[in-house]
């Protein structure tokens, strides 16, 4: 469990293995549940069928991206309010503001920190809680 004893149904997108690995490994150590998908496809797939609480997303990813992944989680109705985190190794003023203009929350840097991705899923993940 975490410190506020809020357990989160987390998907974290990402084509690298390593990256989903880090991840998985960090926000299981901070008590959630982790789903891990390596593409925009997986990662539509998932969101339909477990809901998660938050989305992590990688942005250059083979197939679909991380903004067209987000931008067709977001045309749902039912995903509207589900907070999405964009994960890159680009962190300009365009990728950043390309991120909001298709839904996104928030922008963590690769790589990232074990306390920045726990922070994020509490952050958001209580606010998707207050929406529901």
């Known amino acids: 469990m975490t410190k506020s004893g809020a357990s989160f149904k987390v998907l974290v997108v990402d ?3 390593t990256i ?3 991840a998985e490994i960090f926000l299981k150590q901070g008590g959630h549940e982790v789903l891990l998908a390596d593409d925009g496809f997986d990662a539509l797939a998932k969101v339909n069928d477990y809901h998660p609480q938050v989305i992590f997303c990688d942005i250059l ?4 991206d991380g903004y067209q992944t987000v931008a067709i989680i977001k045309r749902n109705p039912q995903f509207t309010h589900t907070p999405v985190v964009m994960l ?3 962190d300009g003023v365009f990728d950043k503001a390309r991120g909001r203009m298709v839904g996104c929350q928030d922008y963590l840097t690769k790589p990232f920190t074990k306390d920045q991705l ?3 899923v509490q952050q958001f993940a209580s606010v998707s809680q ?3």
Request: proline share 5%.
């Open 20 to 22: 989903r690995r880090s």
């Open 88 to 90: 890159s190794s680009k």
């Open 118 to 120: 726990l922070q994020a």
């Open 61 to 64: 990813m083979p197939k679909l």
């Open 15 to 17: 084509d690298s293995n």
């Open 130 to 132: 207050g929406a529901m």
